[in-house]
C-alpha cells in the first residue's frame, strides 16, 4: 500500500510540476487563435492575430535582426568556447589559468543588467576614444557572445574531459600533427557538444531582453525588445501568435536534435 502511494504521489506531484511550467504556454498559444483582444475569454477561433503579425513591419524587422544577432552570436560563442575549453581541459598548467577561469565563469553569475550597464559604459567609451563600435548590431554581438561563450565553454569542456584521449595519442602516433589532430579527430568526437552548445547560445542571444536593451542603438530593435514594448503598452495578442511561432521553431529544432543524437549513438554503438 505505502509502495502503491508514493508511487502515484510521485506521479501527482509530476504532473503538478509540468502543469506549473507549461500551463501558461498552453493559455498562450490558445489564446493567440481568439477572434476578439480579450485575454479572460475564448470568444472563437480565428486567426486573425497571425494576420496582423503578418502585416506588423516592427515585429517582422524585430525578428530578422533577432536571427541575425543569434546566428552570428552563436557561431563566434561556439569557437571561443572551443578554444577556451581546449585550453582549459588539454592545458591544466599555465599561469593566470585560476583567473581565466573566473573570468569565464563570471557571466554565469552576474547579474544581466550589470553586465549591460558594465558593457554600454565600455562601448560609449570605446567609440568616445576610437570610434568604434557604435551602438548597434555589432554590440550587441558582442554583448551575447561574452554570455554565450561562458555557456557553452561549460557544455563543450565536460565532453572534452569525458573524451578518450587515447584517441589523439594514436593519431599523433601515426604522423599526424596537433592541428591536424585537433581538427580531424577532436572536433568530430565533440561534435554533439559543439551542437548542444551552439543551440544553447543561439537560444540566449534569440531570446535576450536586458543586455539588448543596454547595447542596442537608433533603428536596430530585438524581437524581444518588441514584444517588451507591445506589452508595456496593454494586451496584443500579435505578441501571442509571435510567441507561438517562437516555440514552435525552438521544439521542432529540440525535436531535431533529439533525433540527431539519438542517431549519432546507435552509430556509436555499431
Same mark, same amino acid.
Given at each position: 500500500?505505502?509502495?502503491?502511494?508514493?508511487?502515484?504521489?510521485?506521479?501527482?506531484?509530476?504532473?503538478?510540476?509540468?502543469?506549473?511550467?507549461?500551463?501558461?504556454?498552453?493559455?498562450?498559444?490558445?489564446?493567440?487563435?481568439?477572434?476578439?483582444?480579450?485575454?479572460?475569454?475564448?470568444?472563437?477561433?480565428?486567426?486573425?492575430?497571425?494576420?496582423?503579425?503578418?502585416?506588423?513591419?516592427?515585429?517582422?524587422?524585430?525578428?530578422?535582426?533577432?536571427?541575425?544577432?543569434?546566428?552570428?552570436?552563436? +557561431?563566434?560563442?561556439?569557437?571561443?568556447? +572551443?578554444?577556451?575549453?581546449?585550453?582549459?581541459?588539454?592545458?591544466?598548467?599555465?599561469?593566470?589559468?585560476?583567473?581565466?577561469?573566473?573570468?569565464?565563469?563570471?557571466?554565469?553569475?552576474?547579474?544581466?543588467?550589470?553586465?549591460?550597464?558594465?558593457?554600454?559604459?565600455?562601448?560609449?567609451?570605446?567609440?568616445?576614444?576610437?570610434?568604434?563600435?557604435?551602438?548597434?548590431?555589432?554590440?550587441?554581438?558582442?554583448?551575447?557572445?561574452?554570455?554565450?561563450?561562458?555557456?557553452?565553454? /561549460? /557544455?563543450?569542456?565536460?565532453?572534452?574531459?569525458?573524451?578518450?584521449?587515447?584517441?589523439?595519442?594514436?593519431?599523433?602516433? =601515426?604522423?599526424?600533427?596537433?592541428?591536424?589532430?585537433?581538427?580531424?579527430?577532436? =572536433?568530430?568526437?565533440?561534435?554533439?557538444?559543439?551542437?548542444?552548445?551552439?543551440?544553447?547560445?543561439?537560444?540566449?542571444?534569440?531570446?535576450?531582453? /536586458?543586455?539588448?536593451?543596454?547595447?542596442?542603438?537608433?533603428? /536596430?530593435?530585438?524581437?524581444?525588445?518588441?514584444?517588451?514594448?507591445?506589452?508595456?503598452?496593454?494586451?496584443?495578442?500579435?505578441?501571442?501568435?509571435?510567441?507561438?511561432?517562437?516555440?514552435?521553431?525552438?521544439?521542432?529544432?529540440?525535436?531535431?536534435?533529439?533525433?540527431?543524437?539519438?542517431?549519432?549513438?546507435?552509430?556509436?554503438?555499431?
Amino acid at each position: 500500500m505505502k509502495r502503491w502511494m508514493h508511487a502515484h504521489i510521485g506521479k501527482l506531484w509530476m504532473g503538478l510540476v509540468y502543469g506549473f511550467l507549461f500551463a501558461p504556454l498552453l493559455f498562450l498559444v490558445v489564446f493567440s487563435f481568439n477572434s476578439t483582444r480579450q485575454d479572460s475569454r475564448f470568444t472563437g477561433f480565428s486567426l486573425r492575430w497571425y494576420e496582423a503579425l503578418a502585416n506588423d513591419s516592427r515585429l517582422l524587422e524585430g525578428f530578422l535582426v533577432s536571427l541575425k544577432v543569434a546566428f552570428v552570436s552563436a +557561431t563566434l560563442s561556439v569557437v571561443l568556447a +572551443t578554444l577556451a575549453a581546449y585550453t582549459l581541459v588539454r592545458y591544466t598548467q599555465f599561469r593566470g589559468r585560476n583567473v581565466f577561469t573566473a573570468m569565464l565563469n563570471a557571466p554565469l553569475i552576474m547579474p544581466e543588467v550589470i553586465i549591460g550597464l558594465s558593457l554600454l559604459l565600455l562601448s560609449v567609451s570605446a567609440q568616445r576614444s576610437l570610434g568604434w563600435p557604435d551602438r548597434g548590431m555589432t554590440t550587441i554581438v558582442l554583448g551575447h557572445v561574452l554570455l554565450g561563450m561562458a555557456y557553452a565553454t /561549460v /557544455v563543450i569542456q565536460s565532453r572534452l574531459k569525458d573524451m578518450d584521449r587515447s584517441l589523439e595519442e594514436a593519431a599523433m602516433d =601515426l604522423g599526424c600533427r596537433p592541428g591536424q589532430v585537433f581538427f580531424l579527430v577532436t =572536433l568530430p568526437n565533440i561534435s554533439q557538444a559543439l551542437l548542444a552548445g551552439w543551440l544553447l547560445t543561439f537560444t540566449l542571444s534569440f531570446d535576450d531582453v /536586458v543586455v539588448s536593451e543596454f547595447l542596442s542603438g537608433p533603428g /536596430v530593435t530585438t524581437l524581444p525588445q518588441v514584444i517588451f514594448s507591445y506589452a508595456r503598452r496593454g494586451v496584443n495578442p500579435s505578441i501571442y501568435a509571435a510567441a507561438t511561432l517562437l516555440m514552435l521553431v525552438v521544439t521542432l529544432a529540440v525535436v531535431a536534435f533529439g533525433i540527431y543524437t539519438a542517431r549519432q549513438a546507435r552509430k556509436s554503438r555499431q
